[in-house]
Nanobody, 117 residues
């Protein structure tokens, strides 16, 4: 069983920055991909950013140029650097990961990000 533990959420004013961390209990070197999702109240969970094993990254259009996903294989941790935050970024942010050897993916418990206007 893999555990993903997110941290770094909080309350920030619009225009501010936060860095989310997702620490895995398993080596992420071989992870097929790792990603960040978010879910705002009354909305569906949406994919925000992913980083693939080879290093390719993808972002939803609404965060391009503001958010950066990265990984530190030595620390088994994935980060989401969030700059120029907007009130519409307010949501619970979840870490997600999948290893090719497993027939499932894994989720963290989520961390709340609140951006005030």
């Amino acid at each position: 069983q893999v555990q993903l533990v997110e941290s770094g959420g909080g309350l920030v004013q619009a225009g501010g920055s936060l860095r989310l961390s997702c620490a895995a209990s398993r080596s992420i070197f071989s992870a097929t991909f790792m990603g960040w999702y978010r879910q705002a109240p009354g909305k569906q969970r949406e994919l925000v950013a992913t980083i693939w094993r080879g290093g390719t990254t993808n972002y939803v259009d609404s965060v391009k140029g503001r958010f950066t996903i990265s990984r530190d294989n030595a620390k088994n941790t994935v980060y989401l650097q969030m700059n120029s935050l907007k009130p519409e970024d307010t949501a619970i942010y979840y870490c997600n990961a999948k290893w090719i050897t497993d027939n499932r993916d894994y989720w963290g418990q989520g961390t709340q990000v609140t951006v005030s206007s």
